[in-house]
């Protein structure tokens, strides 16, 4: 099964969720007026788009019916669907890894699926010729280096730690070390997850960042945030919270597939300038690919 079907099948929760409450509105459609609108922009906040997404699409539609005469109801569903197209193509979701090495420094809470998501990058770019190196600076946690170890040797790549509890900008700067004499393409490191209120972690990772700045300071860099997709409207509230915190240059959505609340895609697209830069769908180790926001939004509305 290709990722798309992948996808498709992995939305079928969130698209359940959201086609009945759009089409329950389109089935009462009498005209393009107020109380149809109000009706349609309520569907769109219980679908998890979030009230400043929907209030913004709602308005784009609005416009649009008066401009293009638009009064059936075939063309109001066709409109609202190109409109929410083009909340979910707003940013570009190419990752940046120009420079060899390149970084990718993964954050986020515990719980995310942030050790697993590492894992299954390191695979995506290791199955497309790169040379990974995988970094374990959450030296803390209990088993954290060992499960992060576990997924470094299901993808076959190679893995740097330390003791635990060693500090973990110091594992950065000898695992950096490594990946410079050793010429490696990608080094992905794992953080501690951490909550943005917790000062000494946020400081943790503000040191990490210093290390890397001076030890490759031309090298490609993406600070990662993995949100759980089950979490639904709390992947916005957690983004925009993390990255006032800390440089985050993109998201990793996970468990997009085990949630009906994949609908606040639409609300990270539309109120984040961070994009998205991957989506898993699934637990197994393919499960994560680049996101491409049309294939979302033809997986979201195709039956």
Known sequence: MGFFERLKNGLSKTKEAFNDRVNEVMANFRKVDEE????????????????????????????????????????????????????????????NLNTKPSIIMMVGVNGAGKTTSIGKIANLYKNNGNKVLCVAADTFRAAAIEQLEVWANRAGVDFFRKEEGSDPASVVFDGIKKAKDENYDIVIIDTAGRLHTKKNLMDELSKIQRIIDRELPEASQE????????TGQNMIVQAKEFSEASKVTGLVLTKVDGSAKGGAVIGICSEMSIPIKFIGVGEKIDDLQNFNASEFAKALFES
């Open 36 to 95: 149809f609108l109000e009706s349609l922009e309520e569907a769109l906040i219980l679908s998890d788009v979030g009230v400043t997404t929907a209030s913004s699409i709602i308005g784009k539609l609005r416009n649009r019916a008066k401009l293009e005469k638009i009064e059936d109801k075939d063309a109001i569903q066709k409109a609202l669907i190109e409109e929410i197209e083009k909340e979910l193509t707003k940013n570009n979701s190419e990752v």
């Open 223 to 230: 600070v990662l945030l993995v949100l759980d997709g089950t």
